[in-house]
């Protein structure tokens, strides 16, 4: 078993001897070894999904990362006790992957499940890469669901034309070739343009509020600014957060990355200042 990372750099070795590469059922187990050690939390019933909760206060429904192919509640739940640790209820669905299923599968799942949170009072969705995805494609399709909308290195355009795809090589985590495959898998042969795959292209103006996080270093990068950009262009109330020096889904290990841990803390924040609590 690798030691627990304490730094960044640390971070950075775990990664760099945990390659997340393979089948997707590789991938799968690969991912729970790099994201080491979770804590405990609430199991909870979602309706027609299930998932797990840590914290009590306002909810933030939080959906998790790994492509729509891999990563799970469980491998987030250190991200998530980061968030509950501001005053949140954070949680996590469980939604189905590819490539048993293909999209939208996985939107279907993320609206039973904040149909099934909504009936306890606001929602605030958010997610962290592809998990960022499902939460803007998730208040998109459903309005009526969310009040307000954090993600952290969203995936927003598809298309894989975004400025900083090839542009960025320091991204430790995430490659556009992997990000790219990924997409394959998930999407098959859905339309890259619909704006539910890639909510860039999506007319923003009726979202509600949305708070933005990403590091300068992802190759997403691009993607944030993009969402950024067009939420401003379509009258949109959205605030954007680029952390130097930090590479894609840092904030697994927030513990070890003070510079993740605050941008979980600013989405704590949020989530509290939207829901009102």
């Known amino acids: 078993m690798q030691p627990r990372p304490e730094t ?21 187990a690969a991912f729970v070894r790099l ?12 309706g027609r999904v299930d998932g797990l909760a840590i914290g009590a206060g306002p909810a933030l429904l939080w959906f998790h990362g790994g492509g729509l192919v891999f990563g799970s509640p469980e491998s987030h739940a250190m991200m998530a006790m980061a968030i509950a640790a501001t005053g949140i209820r954070v949680i ?13 599968a996985m939107l279907d799942d993320a609206v039973a499940a904040a149909e099934a949170v909504r009936a306890a009072g606001p929602v605030v969705a958010g997610g962290v890469s592809a998990g ?12 009526d669901l969310v009040s307000g909308l954090a993600v952290l290195s969203p995936n927003t355009d598809r298309t ?20 790219t495959m990924l997409a394959d898998i998930a999407l098959g042969g859905a339309n890259r343009k619909d704006p539910l795959v890639s909510p860039a292209f999506a007319d923003l103006s009726g979202l509600p509020p949305l708070h933005i996080e990403v590091g300068s270093d992802e190759v997403l990068l691009g ?55």
């Open 35 to 46: 994201a080491g050690p979770q804590p405990l939390a609430e199991t909870v019933d979602l």
């Open 132 to 143: 960022g995805h499902l939460a803007l494609a998730l208040a998109l399709s459903r309005p």
């Open 8 to 28: 960044i750099d640390d971070v950075r070795r775990l990664i760099e001897a945990t390659p997340v590469a393979g089948t997707p059922a590789e991938r799968r």
């Open 92 to 104: 996590l669905p469980r939604y189905r992957l590819a490539p048993e299923v293909q999209w939208p």
């Open 160 to 179: 894989g034309t975004g400025p900083t795809r090839c542009a960025v090589t320091r991204d430790a985590m995430n490659d556009d070739a992997t990000d």
């Open 223 to 277: 993607d944030a600014l993009a969402l950024e950009r067009k939420a401003a262009i379509d009258g949109a109330v959205a605030a954007l957060h680029v952390t130097p020096g930090l590479f894609h889904m840092a904030a697994l290990w927030p513990h070890a990355i003070p510079e993740a841990r605050v941008q979980l803390t600013r989405i704590g924040a949020f989530v509290r200042e939207t829901a009102g609590g």
